[in-house]
């Protein structure tokens, strides 16, 4: 049981965020929520220590479907970086501020870029498109995700400025963000035969997560006396992280999203 140890902590952190949420908010939506992401993250990584196959696919599904369809379509919460802006500048404690603190700007100091690899809804759908390796060296054209940061802030801003910062107007923004946010996904994975074009590129959220997976706790770790150098973990990379190499300035070392491609083809059990 003791290699299974990573998913019950992973259940128990966001148990015991449930809980605290249900008392401090007196809100019995967010026990539910936070436990029902709890177990399925829970359960994802025992299924991922197992070496199953499927268990990104499973939490993708449960967890990205789960926010994008019950939370955004049902609730009409706006669950991308405009609601985050929306909620902070209206001084309320609402679900983009929640999502975001807890999954893209302090939680990453415990799980890294999971989220990406686990519960993003966007690449939930990138994934299931057949280029899952990266075809050929990186794009110089990551400043992008820079000005796409830029751009949702301002939005918002003006919206505000403007007095049409509403529920109503951000569930529409919400609605069409992410139908461009697939339109532009799946072109640039058809364009550059890599189905995390967009999460490399374009993705705003990543000047969030980037800075904080550099510390995180859990990541992958390379063991050099039992490596053989043949190279697999390295081919089957989505991110084009250098794998085999155990700093934390090894190249694109902030993009790993756990995926265990890596592990599960090392011959020489040297990551894990």
């Known amino acids: 049981m003791k290699k299974y140890r990573t998913a019950f902590l992973l259940f128990l952190v966001f148990e015991t965020l449930a809980v605290v949420l249900w008392q401090l908010k007196d809100s019995l939506f967010l026990l539910f929520n936070f436990s029902y992401i709890g177990v399925c993250l829970g359960l994802g990584s025992a299924l991922t220590t197992a070496r199953k196959r499927f268990a990104r696919l499973f939490v993708q599904l449960t967890v990205g479907s789960y926010i994008l369809v019950f939370l955004g379509l049902i609730c009409h919460e706006n669950m991308q970086i ?18 975001y603190a807890i999954a893209k700007i302090f939680g990453p100091l415990f799980f890294g870029r999971g989220w990406c690899g686990y519960a993003c809804w966007t690449a939930m759908i990138l994934d299931l498109l057949p280029y899952k390796l990266p075809q050929g060296p990186r794009k110089r054209i990551g400043y992008i995700r820079y000005i796409v940061f830029a751009l949702s802030l301002i939005l918002v801003v003006v919206l505000f400025l403007m007095g049409e910062a509403t529920p109503s107007v951000m569930f529409r923004l919400f609605i069409f963000g992410n139908i461009v946010y697939y339109v532009v996904g799946i072109a640039l994975a058809i364009a550059f035969h890599d189905n995390r074009a967009f999460c490399k590129y374009i993705c705003p959220i990543t000047i969030f997560l980037k800075p904080m997976s550099y510390y995180s706790l859990l990541r992958i770790r390379y063991d050099k006396d039992k490596c053989i150098r043949c190279g697999k973990c390295l081919e089957v990379c ?35």
Request: aromatic fraction near 10%.
């Open 82 to 99: 405009e609601g985050f802006w929306f909620y902070l500048f209206s001084g309320v404690v609402g679900a983009g501020t929640l999502h």
């Open 238 to 272: 989505p991110m084009d992280v250098e794998v085999t190499n155990d700093s934390r300035n090894r190249q694109n070392a902030t993009e790993c999203i756990l995926c265990h491609n890596c592990t599960r083809v090392c011959p020489a059990k040297a990551l894990k």
